[in-house]
């Protein structure tokens, strides 16, 4: 019997009856109710009846080394028997200086400074809010503006969203939004230029290159995802489109931001996308698998010359002024250590290869199917995306609900993936063992089969 | 010897190197590091040389039980043992439910449903997201700004900084924030009216009155720190104003937004300030105490109506886009459960009252300081707001860091405030003693002498 077909819990019902789901259609919950997860080990969660459900999307993107793992459990407790919590202003502590110092040691070394705040949404508009005051405080005060590709996610505040691509988020707010200019980027599946990811010279930098030619003179950074457009559906594109961003934006005296919340920590196979290609964003945004999965923590890194424009007698007024109450917390801070810790030790980076290896190899059943339009893959991260029809490369209808029912298959088959429309993805815990991909991969088969070959 | 005097420590060393602090010039910090804290017992901080401080604003106005709560420390463990975290889109746990169910008891009867992320600042910006997309769905989609009240404060990412009436935080970013619309609200030390609160009529809602009638086609909200202004100084006015405010906005088809933040979870005496006014506000914002200052944690709680205006079959796409990855994190969810426990059994709200007698007794030795234009308090909160002439209320100039050199003092006496310009406040953990809290006001007199009659 599966979570589909039985009576629901009580405990079920209270949910039903209290809680609003993010990203959720509730209405979906009087059929399907979410499941009740009480325990989780490694790569699996365990629903109150004892079902184990293999993590594909290491519960959004943030697990690493797998839930309930000894080392990071020891180190919260570690911590936990200090202190849980102290303000960060006017405070410090050894959890929170190690952690920026390991993270300035572990970025590119451009970026010297380290802010803290406690997801995503904030990383980004804390880079946001310090791109925008350092000109300001430079005498470029007419660069209020910022460009972002089409597709891009950026988190959903207002000022986060108002950096996103993507109509499905932003369409209920656009007349609150900043005004900031939408680029249209690479598109690597449906190359308007006709090339393929691996020869092209990124031709498709064009539009942001006369963007920024046009703009420079308002523009206050370009934020992108580097290679790969997590909420666009794990949209991934080459590296020479991010240096020819960076070229472009010294020339013309724009910041970049870097916003690797999805890909940082080892996601790509390398521990950050701007080290492993040596590019120096002006700004780098952390969150997610900064605590393997554990906690809420983000981090803004910057350059010293950002820092240096905020810096000065305290009648100048020249402070950065953003706080949140549980910045640095202790707790997090210490678990993001001992994630460092682990990512950078034993070679574990190298570890990877095997895995990454075999997510290609067992993709390729999925590349086969007739529906998939394309199967990409960059690191630890892979995607299928669907079609109706693989000449044209036309989309499933959205009202079909393709993803949505191979979620619902996935979920008998004992795994849990979800889909981003009719983007099909596994971004896995680290840790998955090569044994674990293939029956991964062979279940997203059989899943897909069954809701497609079913009928649309 | 004290912290201020010694040579700094390799740590503190390494903290100046790498982290930018919240709300701080840096500059300062050459001269003064920050306190390097190691551990917490009950209300105080401990330094890495062992001397302790009074933790006399609860960490940011977090925490309720003190530090190393027996408690709550082993309800992190327990959580721990089972998951530290799940996502909570298509997934469920019990923490989460529990938490939920609670809130919406202990909360007024017409809030219904809780939407969980981060922090004050994304609970705020939940509120505002849900209350736009109310009045698109439901056919006033031309309902999409919000008024706001002077000295209002409700976080710092830019829809919350769009809500924001303090021009410090707001003014490098003036240009991308949301066209709101800012409010003379109470004032109640300088009541333009030459009111006293305890007799006055809130008079001073008529410009919130006035706005309301003029712009009640494009008002989506209004938003208010209800009887206590944080951010401002601990500014504090009467509940009748939320009165008028409800119906006010509920004649002019607004909606009501209150950011119990800070005053929220026993700060006030009471466990909500519109539970105990019985006032029924639209959306109700919380976190801070939420997990009484252990882990980052918010809720946006609102009504069956709103929530009713987002249900219906996924075609129609009226579902709440928002997410955050860490919503609803069970170890926060946990802590915040046994938080909630301990609020509410063995009548613990009434054991407040020695202390906010206390508070208030020993506050009097404030008031005479020839300083003081005025001494408050609501509940556990109090503040002191300091002035060059009594009579006049002629604050100190901006420049004297007044407030500054104060908190300076009070780390010598081994007291952490943290004074808001020239606000001295107190909101410490709620546990704190009748002893302490005299401890507490002694210090805080001797602190503003030594500042004031030295020099200004």
């Given at each position: 019997?599966?979570?589909?077909?039985?009576?629901?819990?009580?405990?079920?019902?209270?949910?039903?009856?209290?809680?609003?789901?993010?990203?959720?259609?509730?209405?979906?919950?009087?059929?399907?109710?979410?499941?009740?997860?009480?325990?989780?080990?490694?790569?699996?969660?365990?629903?109150?009846?004892?079902?184990?459900?293999?993590?594909?999307?290491?519960?959004?993107?943030?697990?690493?080394?797998?839930?309930?793992?000894?080392?990071?459990?020891?180190?919260?407790?570690?911590?936990?028997?200090?202190?849980?919590?102290?303000?960060?202003?006017?405070?410090?502590?050894?959890?929170?200086?190690?952690?920026?110092?390991?993270?300035?040691?572990?970025?590119?070394?451009?970026?010297?400074?380290?802010?803290?705040?406690?997801?995503?949404?904030?990383?980004?508009?804390?880079?946001?809010?310090?791109s925008?005051?350092y000109w300001?405080?430079t005498g470029h005060?007419e660069k209020?503006r910022?460009a972002?590709?089409?597709?891009?996610?950026?988190?959903?505040?207002?000022?986060?969203?108002?950096?996103?691509?993507?109509?499905?988020?932003?369409?209920?707010?656009?007349?609150?939004?900043?005004?900031?200019?939408?680029?249209?980027?690479?598109?690597?599946?449906?190359?308007?230029?006709?090339?393929?990811?691996?020869?092209?010279?990124?031709?498709?930098?064009?539009?942001?290159?006369?963007?920024l030619a046009?703009h420079k003179d308002t523009l206050a950074g370009v934020?992108?995802?580097?290679?790969?457009?997590?909420?666009?559906?794990?949209?991934?594109?080459?590296?020479?489109?991010?240096?020819?961003l960076e070229v472009a934006c010294k020339l013309h005296n724009v910041h970049t931001?870097?916003?690797?919340?999805?890909?940082?920590?080892?996601?790509?196979?390398?521990?950050?996308?701007?080290?492993?290609?040596?590019?120096?964003?002006t700004?780098?945004?952390?969150?997610?698998?900064?605590?393997?999965?554990?906690?809420?923590?983000?981090?803004?890194?910057?350059?010293?010359e950002i820092?240096?424009a905020?810096?000065?007698?305290?009648?100048?007024?020249?402070?950065?002024?953003?706080?949140?109450?549980?910045?640095?917390?202790?707790?997090?801070?210490?678990?993001?250590?001992?994630?460092?810790?682990?990512?950078?030790?034993?070679?574990?980076?190298?570890?990877?290869?095997?895995?990454?290896?075999?997510?290609?190899?067992?993709?390729?059943?999925?590349?086969?199917?007739?529906?998939?339009?394309?199967?990409?893959?960059?690191?630890?991260?892979?995607?299928?995306?669907?079609?109706?029809?693989?000449?044209?490369?036309?989309?499933?209808?959205?009202?079909?609900?393709?993803?949505?029912?191979?979620?619902?298959?996935?979920?008998?088959?004992?795994?849990?993936?979800?889909?981003?429309?009719?983007?099909?993805?596994?971004?896995?815990?680290?840790?998955?063992?090569?044994?674990?991909?293939?029956?991964?991969?062979?279940?997203?088969?059989?899943?897909?089969?069954?809701?497609?070959?079913?009928?649309?």
């Open positions: 019997m599966n979570n589909l077909d039985k009576k629901p819990d009580i405990d079920l019902v209270r949910d039903f009856h209290s809680v609003w789901h993010p990203c959720t259609q509730m209405q979906d919950h009087e059929t399907v109710p979410p499941l009740l997860i009480e325990r989780g080990e490694g790569v699996y969660l365990y629903d109150r009846d004892g079902k184990k459900y293999l993590d594909v999307i290491s519960s959004w993107w943030v697990n690493l080394f797998g839930h309930n793992h000894p080392r990071l459990n020891e180190a919260l407790k570690r911590q936990l028997e200090k202190v849980a919590h102290v303000m960060f202003a006017g405070i410090t502590h050894q959890p929170a200086i190690d952690l920026a110092s390991n993270l300035v040691e572990l970025s590119p070394h451009n970026l010297q400074k380290v802010f803290f705040s406690d997801n995503g949404s904030t990383a980004v508009e804390v880079a946001v809010k310090m925008l005051q300001q405080q005060a209020t910022f972002y590709l089409k597709g891009g996610y950026h988190g959903e505040t207002l000022g986060a969203l108002s950096l996103c691509g993507l109509d499905l988020f932003r369409k209920n707010f656009e007349n609150v939004l900043m005004q900031n200019l939408e680029v249209q980027g690479p598109d690597c599946f449906r190359c308007p230029y006709g090339l393929q990811p691996e020869s092209c010279n990124a031709e498709c930098f064009e539009p942001m290159e006369k963007t046009e934020i992108v995802e580097p290679l790969v457009q997590g909420a666009a559906g794990m949209k991934m594109y080459p590296p020479r489109y991010l240096k020819k931001l870097y916003d690797e919340i999805a890909v940082g920590f080892g996601r790509t196979g390398s521990l950050f996308v701007c080290g492993e290609h040596k590019l120096n964003p700004f780098l945004c952390l969150s997610k698998g900064i605590t393997s999965g554990y906690l809420p923590l983000a981090a803004t890194l910057t350059t010293d820092y240096s905020f810096y000065g007698d305290f009648s100048t007024l020249k402070l950065f002024i953003h706080s949140h109450s549980y910045s640095a917390n202790p707790l997090a801070c210490a678990v993001a250590n001992e994630t460092l810790a682990m990512l950078t030790e034993n070679n574990f980076l190298k570890t990877l290869q095997p895995k990454i290896k075999a997510l290609g190899e067992y993709g390729k059943r999925l590349e086969q199917l007739e529906w998939c339009g394309e199967f990409r893959q960059t690191g630890m991260i892979a995607a299928a995306e669907l079609v109706q029809n693989r000449e044209t490369k036309e989309p499933f209808p959205f009202e079909a609900r393709v993803g949505y029912r191979i979620f619902l298959e996935g979920l008998k088959r004992g795994v849990f993936m979800r889909p981003l429309g009719n983007v099909i993805y596994f971004i896995p815990p680290l840790v998955i063992s090569v044994e674990e991909i293939k029956m991964m991969m062979d279940v997203a088969v059989d899943c897909i089969k069954a809701v497609v070959e079913e009928k649309n």
